[in-house]
């Protein structure tokens, strides 16, 4: 398949993708990716893919709906985070747990997708309600540290909304630096970020 040359120039990138949703999908978020959503064009896309830009309206209706089924694929999983059974049973401050260790593993597997879910500027309509979602989603994890803190399995001293924004905060910067390595698990790299992240919201006594 082909990709966005790695320097963001406009040179044609090499081979054409078949005419499908999902792998034209595929070239345009790394398009947004490399450039950004607002410098990105219809025109850019269709070079990046190596077919033309009929071929993409065939598919999209332009690309504001091609953003929405970028930032919906990677909301869609963090999501279904909420859902497993590791979020749901068990004691309040190891479903947290799983929570931070699970979202940290989605955006590794869907890197490109929520980098762009998470660069959203609000713009437009599709951006502005990626970030309400977002904040629902921040909102629903603030109340289980809530939650965890009332339990006495978290710490008290902390406001629960911020606790969360901190987490996530480390956990989102992820899609500026980290890169996928040979033999590297990615399973791991979650655990260590987990650890890290429930380590300063366990109980104890406050660095304060």
Do not use: C
Not at 87 to 98: E, K
Request: cysteine-free; proline content about 4%.
């Amino acid at each position: 398949m082909s990709r966005v040359p790695p320097d963001g120039t406009d040179r044609p990138a090499r081979g054409r993708v078949g005419y499908d949703a999902a792998a034209l999908l595929q070239v345009a978020v790394e398009v947004f990716r490399v450039r950004g959503y607002d410098g990105s064009s219809i025109s850019e896309l269709a070079r990046a893919a190596g077919i033309s830009k009929a071929a993409i309206y065939h598919h999209f209706s332009g690309k504001e709906e091609i953003l929405r089924a970028a930032v919906t694929r990677a909301l869609d999983r963090l999501f279904l985070v909420l859902e497993e059974r590791g979020a749901i049973d068990g004691p309040v401050g190891d479903r947290v747990a799983h929570v931070v260790r699970r979202t940290t593993a989605v955006l590794i597997e869907e890197l490109p997708y929520v980098t762009v879910l998470l660069r959203v500027r609000g713009n437009t309509a599709t951006e502005r309600w990626a970030i309400g979602k977002r904040r629902e989603f921040d909102r629903r994890v603030a109340a289980m540290v809530s939650e965890a803190a009332i339990a006495g399995e978290l710490r008290q001293d902390l406001d629960p909304h911020l606790a969360t924004r901190l987490i996530f905060g480390m956990v989102n910067s992820l899609i500026e630096w980290y890169r996928p390595t040979p033999g590297e698990s990615p399973q791991a790299f979650s655990d260590v970020v987990a650890e890290l992240a429930m380590g300063g919201l366990r109980r104890g006594r406050s660095v304060l």
